[in-house]
């Protein structure tokens, strides 16, 4: 799941002698947090490259970090994060000393969600940068059974053309921003299991990763075996 997903809320402190000689830590993150609210996924993802690489580390082929993080995406979403707030303090964070977190709040799909962000100070940089990042996996796919699924290709708005991974070789994630994406299939019409949708919403929320499967009678991979 996303970095700030895994994370318990801390109680927030003061800031240390040394951070008060530095910038307000908080502006990084109310910056990030203003980029995704307002569909800048270009700022979005210049902040936060550094840190979903380190994320996604252990098993860089297995996600697909860039398709759904663009302007054109995140612009189209059905819903954006929206009544940002974060708080004034911080608070060192519990698994590295160097860095602090900050504390935000902001409602999605209806719900309010309260969260932090670490940032770490960057010296060559001479300001706070994040150490972690707002994103989601989002796994799209086609479903026989619950020991026979594959990628599916689909559509969202915002972007041109089907997004199709090889059933062998596709990665199991997408990463998203929080928001609501409308999802929609572009399976073979005869693949198709009676009574399925044609368009889920896929809700992209910090406590899971989102997932949007498509039942269908037969794997696209293994049609006409």
Known sequence: MAGAALLAL?????CSSADAQRPDPTAVVKKYL???ESGDAATAT???DAAVTAENRDHPDRVDARTLRTDDVLSHAEQRISHVSVQGKTSQDAQDKQARRVGFT?????KKTESSLAVKWDDKAKDWTLAQSLTVRLSVDAVQSKAAYEAAPFLVPGVSSVIDHDAGSAPLFLLVYPGVY???HQLPANLIASGTPDTIDAVATLDRDASVQFDVTELPSRAGE
């Open 10 to 14: 801390l109680g927030l402190a003061g």
């Open 34 to 36: 203003a980029a995704i």
């Open 46 to 48: 210049k902040m936060d």
């Open 106 to 110: 902001f409602t999605l799909d209806g």
């Open 182 to 184: 409308r999802v929609v």
